[in-house]
């Protein structure tokens, strides 16, 4: 049988409530028509506007079979090219990221501008044309110092992404933020099943002792439903709304996006092992509301983010293969905030690299169990996986579609 026939047939018989067959989490073929149906067709956060403040600064990723390249232009404007030479093919830029006038590729020097036109080319003769043989552009687009890119040649529109994630974000001022750190982890496990993973906390408790000092393990605030029930909730999104700061759950009707800002534990402020905040000076000058929680932003496939009164914490998932995933996690500090002066590195980051080493255990132990022979679906707690199954939701209903020829549906969120 066809490997995309397989995947309808078993996307169709899924019984709700219940996990995924063995295959979408360990098959090569399988997660094949993963990235071609998802990865390499819809918007990818992909970095932050702060990580190229300069004309010039670029960084490089990998996606799947496409190495890609962002760059900031002399105009000021982000762009991203397929980082591929338009001469024989070799990567132009082959760091993890650098600054250059000019982008050029080491092997023959053919040389591009930032806007990715071919300006050097030695020796290619009287008839070469270099306004033929520019970089190949990547749709790209930049929403409050988040960057998003598209590998399809007609992307889907951006604009209801834009429109739903702006209000939430632009307060925070993200794209004057500057980086404070940056690591990536490798967690031996399909990428589905790292989102699982995200999408409840039914195994915080147990789990993840540093988190679970400043952040809820209620359903309401790990889910997609109830928090409009939950009283606390509710005086939060009251109380941060009468301030300037959108706050009330929103979910695109595809279940692919979605924001709300929740309140931690208490009196706590920022995710430190006190609670206390981690930076002295606050990420934006627009927001001195105090114990304005944290200001949740899932896009799937490819980020979930966590943006506080004091800094922010993003964290984007790409795909290596059919069993391995990196993660890659980036706080956000204000522009003027100095090490050592008006922050500490360990406070600022110890809860979320134990919690993402954690994390990076079950992921990996899920996956080892999920290899065996007597491995079955399983059903989710409908009181506390609410957001897995949600994803799972989405999942399935949007790779249906996909296989089916349609384009990204509009479903009911689950």
Same mark, same amino acid.
């Given at each position: 049988?066809?490997?995309?026939?397989?995947?309808?047939?078993?996307?169709?018989?899924?019984?709700?409530?219940?996990?995924?067959?063995?295959?979408?989490?360990?098959?090569?073929?399988?997660?094949?028509?993963?990235?071609?149906?998802?990865?390499?067709?819809?918007?990818?956060?992909?970095?932050?506007?702060?990580?190229?403040?300069?004309?010039?600064?670029?960084?490089?990723?990998?996606?799947?079979?496409?190495?890609?390249?962002?760059?900031?232009?002399?105009?000021?404007?982000?762009?991203?090219?397929?980082?591929?030479?338009?001469?024989?093919?070799?990567?132009?830029?082959?760091?993890?990221?650098?600054?250059?006038?000019?982008?050029?590729?080491?092997?023959?020097?053919?040389?591009?501008?930032?806007?990715?036109?071919?300006?050097?080319?030695?020796?290619?003769?009287?008839?070469?044309?270099?306004?033929?043989?520019?970089?190949?552009?990547?749709?790209?687009?930049?929403?409050?110092?988040?960057?998003?890119?598209?590998?399809?040649?007609?992307?889907?529109?951006?604009?209801?992404?834009?429109?739903?994630?702006?209000?939430?974000?632009?307060?925070?001022?993200?794209?004057?933020?500057?980086?404070?750190?940056?690591?990536?982890?490798?967690?031996?496990?399909?990428?589905?099943?790292?989102?699982?993973?995200?999408?409840?906390?039914?195994?915080?408790?147990?789990?993840?002792?540093?988190?679970?000092?400043?952040?809820?393990?209620?359903?309401?605030?790990?889910?997609?439903?109830?928090?409009?029930?939950?009283?606390?909730?509710?005086?939060?999104?009251?109380?941060?709304?009468?301030?300037?700061?959108?706050?009330?759950?929103?979910?695109?009707?595809?279940?692919?996006?979605?924001?709300?800002?929740?309140? @931690?534990?208490?009196? *706590? &402020?920022?995710?430190?092992? =006190?609670?206390?905040?981690? +930076?002295? /000076?606050?990420?934006?000058?627009? $927001?001195?509301?105090?114990?304005?929680?944290?200001?949740?932003?899932?896009?799937?496939?490819?980020?979930?983010?966590?943006?506080?009164?004091?800094?922010?914490?993003?964290?984007?998932? @790409?795909?290596?293969? *059919? &069993?391995?995933?990196?993660? =890659?996690?980036?706080?956000? +500090?204000? /522009?003027?905030?100095?090490?050592? $002066?008006?922050?500490?590195?360990?406070?600022?980051?110890?809860?979320?690299?134990?919690?993402?080493?954690?994390?990076?255990?079950?992921?990996?132990?899920?996956?080892?169990?999920?290899?065996?022979?007597?491995?079955?679906?399983?059903?989710?707690?409908?009181?506390?996986?609410?957001?897995?199954?949600?994803?799972?939701?989405?999942?399935?209903?949007?790779?249906?579609?996909?296989?089916?020829?349609?384009?990204?549906?509009?479903?009911?969120?689950?």
């Amino acid at each position: 049988m066809d490997v995309r026939d397989d995947m309808l047939r078993r996307l169709k018989a899924r019984a709700d409530g219940f996990s995924l067959e063995q295959p979408f989490y360990i098959d090569p073929d399988f997660h094949r028509v993963d990235l071609e149906e998802i990865w390499y067709k819809d918007w990818l956060f992909i970095g932050h506007d702060c990580e190229i403040p300069r004309a010039g600064n670029y960084f490089t990723v990998q996606v799947g079979d496409y190495p890609v390249v962002i760059v900031r232009g002399k105009d000021g404007v982000i762009r991203a090219f397929h980082n591929t030479c338009r001469h024989r093919g070799h990567r132009v830029c082959t760091q993890e990221r650098g600054a250059s006038a000019r982008l050029v590729c080491p092997y023959h020097q053919w040389t591009y501008d930032l806007d990715g036109s071919l300006v050097f080319a030695r020796q290619m003769g009287e008839d070469f044309d270099k306004a033929q043989f520019g970089m190949k552009p990547v749709p790209c687009e930049s929403v409050a110092g988040y960057i998003f890119i598209c590998l399809a040649a007609t992307p889907t529109d951006f604009a209801p992404v834009r429109a739903s994630i702006e209000p939430y974000m632009k307060p925070h001022r993200l794209w004057e933020a500057k980086v404070a750190h940056r690591n990536t982890i490798i967690e031996k496990g399909n990428w589905k099943l790292v989102w699982e993973n995200n999408r409840e906390c039914y195994h915080c408790a147990s789990n993840h002792p540093e988190l679970c000092r400043t952040y809820p393990e209620a359903p309401s605030a790990t889910g997609v439903q109830g928090a409009k029930d939950d009283p606390v909730i509710a005086e939060h999104w009251a109380r941060c709304e009468a301030a300037g700061l959108p706050s009330e759950f929103r979910i695109d009707p595809s279940g692919q996006f979605r924001t709300a800002r929740m309140p @931690l534990i208490q009196d *706590a &402020e920022s995710y430190t092992m =006190t609670g206390r905040r981690a +930076v002295r /000076r606050p990420l934006s000058d627009e $927001v001195m509301t105090s114990h304005i929680g944290t200001m949740l932003l899932f896009h799937y496939p490819t980020t979930w983010n966590h943006i506080l009164v004091d800094h922010a914490i993003s964290f984007r998932v @790409l795909p290596l293969s *059919a &069993e391995e995933t990196a993660v =890659t996690t980036t706080w956000l +500090v204000h /522009r003027d905030a100095v090490e050592g $002066v008006d922050y500490d590195l360990d406070e600022l980051t110890h809860v979320w690299n134990m919690t993402n080493d954690q994390d990076r255990r079950i992921v990996e132990e899920n996956a080892f169990g999920i290899r065996s022979p007597a491995y079955e679906p399983g059903p989710y707690s409908p009181e506390h996986e609410g957001g897995v199954m949600q994803f799972v939701e989405w999942y399935t209903t949007f790779m249906t579609n996909r296989l089916q020829g349609g384009a990204a549906p509009l479903s009911a969120v689950a």
